[in-house]
């Protein structure tokens, strides 16, 4: 997957973070995490009009509340708790 000029390979654990509601924790490796939140920060898809400096699409799906949201404390860093 090329994203921004960023390569990235793309695992089956990778895919199930960027397309499914929900993702088996125990199976996600660490890289597929990093590579995940490469991903969201550079492309910034989760941000109002896709800008760095856009504020945070908030809404009430699953996927931002048990994901996004819990991932991003301030604007670059992101922290891996649980992604269930």
Avoid: C
């Amino acid at each position: 997957m090329l994203v921004d000029g960023s390569r990235e390979k793309v695992t089956q654990d990778l895919w199930e973070l960027l397309t499914q509601l929900r993702t088996d924790k125990n199976f996600v490796t660490h890289q597929d995490r990093q590579s995940y939140k490469q991903i969201l920060l550079q492309s910034n898809v989760h941000r109002a009009n896709y800008s760095p400096s856009g504020k945070m699409k908030a809404n009430k799906g699953l996927k931002y509340k048990r994901v996004i949201s819990q991932k991003f404390t301030n604007r670059n860093e992101v922290h891996w708790e649980s992604l269930n």
